[in-house]
């Protein structure tokens, strides 16, 4: 067994091979090393911008609201395995979230509870704009991102909103 930590959230995962996507924050592999080898940007002090501290601060608002959404998808769930990939796909948005509070030095508020569909499909629908909305945004923010750790921070979160896009459209066909 091996301790691998994810340099993104920070999070450990502990196992024989290396996870091809960080279970808490859903980063990719290359952002996962072996504990001795590992650089979480998350311990980093980092001065930020004014532009950097809005866009984390937008980035907050939209995970914790994705987090309140996808749990009530799981509650209306039509199956056991879609009730269970929503609460993960919530639990992924409640780490973006917290990764971001870290970087602005603040506590996390309460999450407010969101209304969703009584129907998966269009569920998933949403889903897809949502994600596909956070692609966009988190790509414009690492652009805008004058830190190293943010600019790394937005592309991992690019792409782990690019998998949960991919994920979403499997259940479409």
Same mark, same amino acid.
């Given at each position: 067994?091996? /301790?691998?930590?994810?340099e993104?959230?920070?999070?450990?995962?502990?196992?024989?091979?290396?996870p091809?996507?960080?279970?808490f924050?859903?980063?990719r592999?290359?952002?996962?090393?072996?504990?001795k080898d590992?650089?979480?940007?998350?311990?980093e002090?980092?001065?930020?911008?004014?532009q950097?501290?809005?866009n984390l601060?937008?980035?907050?608002v939209?995970e /914790?609201r994705?987090?309140a959404i996808?749990?009530?998808m799981?509650?209306?769930a039509?199956?056991?395995?879609?009730?269970?990939?929503y609460?993960r796909?919530a639990?992924?948005?409640?780490e973006h979230?917290?990764?971001?509070?870290k970087f602005l030095g603040?506590?996390?508020?309460?999450?407010k509870q969101e209304t969703c569909?009584?129907?998966d499909?269009?569920?998933?629908k949403? /889903?897809?704009?949502?994600e596909e909305?956070?692609?966009?945004?988190?790509?414009?923010?690492?652009?805008e991102?004058?830190?190293?750790?943010?600019?790394?921070?937005?592309t991992?979160l /690019?792409?782990?909103?690019?998998?949960?896009v991919e994920l979403?459209?499997?259940?479409?066909?």
């Amino acid at each position: 067994m091996k /301790t691998y930590i994810c340099e993104i959230c920070g999070d450990a995962y502990v196992g024989n091979e290396k996870p091809k996507n960080c279970p808490f924050c859903g980063a990719r592999e290359a952002f996962i090393k072996e504990g001795k080898d590992a650089k979480p940007i998350v311990t980093e002090k980092v001065e930020l911008s004014e532009q950097s501290r809005k866009n984390l601060e937008e980035t907050l608002v939209l995970e /914790t609201r994705a987090n309140a959404i996808y749990l009530c998808m799981a509650e209306k769930a039509e199956t056991y395995e879609i009730k269970a990939m929503y609460k993960r796909l919530a639990k992924v948005e409640l780490e973006h979230a917290l990764i971001a509070t870290k970087f602005l030095g603040i506590r996390m508020s309460d999450i407010k509870q969101e209304t969703c569909n009584e129907e998966d499909v269009e569920n998933f629908k949403r /889903t897809v704009e949502l994600e596909e909305n956070a692609m966009d945004l988190y790509g414009r923010f690492a652009k805008e991102a004058t830190e190293r750790e943010i600019r790394i921070l937005f592309t991992a979160l /690019t792409q782990a909103e690019a998998d949960h896009v991919e994920l979403i459209k499997n259940y479409l066909q």
